[in-house]
């Protein structure tokens, strides 16, 4: 159990690196003009929520360490189900404000399930 979690979390920190990879020097009005970055991103935030999803359902208290975990996971739904409606605004304000918050989260998570399997 501990292993796959530890897995999980693995890629939603690769992830979140990748969505910094991705945005590194670029802006809003990027991610609106640009279809390669906008889905380049987008497609990382559904690898995010679909892995917390997963990961909750192996360990229920996950929501007591991951804020906004089940928005996270809403967000994943949004993004597959209501591609449509997505606004690249809330997108680029989740990247700013907070991946950073959930990076930390994450890799101390990791850090916990490393230190259980030594």
Known sequence: ?????????????E???N??????????EDIKN?????????YQFVIIGEALNKA???DSDLESQITDLQEI???RNHITHG??????EIVWAIIIDD???????VEQLINKLEGTLR
């Open 73 to 75: 996971v809403d967000f």
């Open 19 to 28: 969505i910094r990879t991705i945005i590194r020097g670029k802006t809003l």
């Open 15 to 17: 992830c979140c690196s």
């Open 56 to 58: 909750w359902k192996i």
């Open 34 to 42: 640009d279809i390669t970055i906008r889905s380049a991103v987008l």
């Open 99 to 105: 991946l950073p918050k959930l990076e930390k989260e």
């Open 1 to 13: 159990m501990t292993e796959s979690l530890l897995k999980l979390m693995t890629d939603v920190r």
């Open 83 to 88: 591609y449509s409606l997505i606004d690249e």
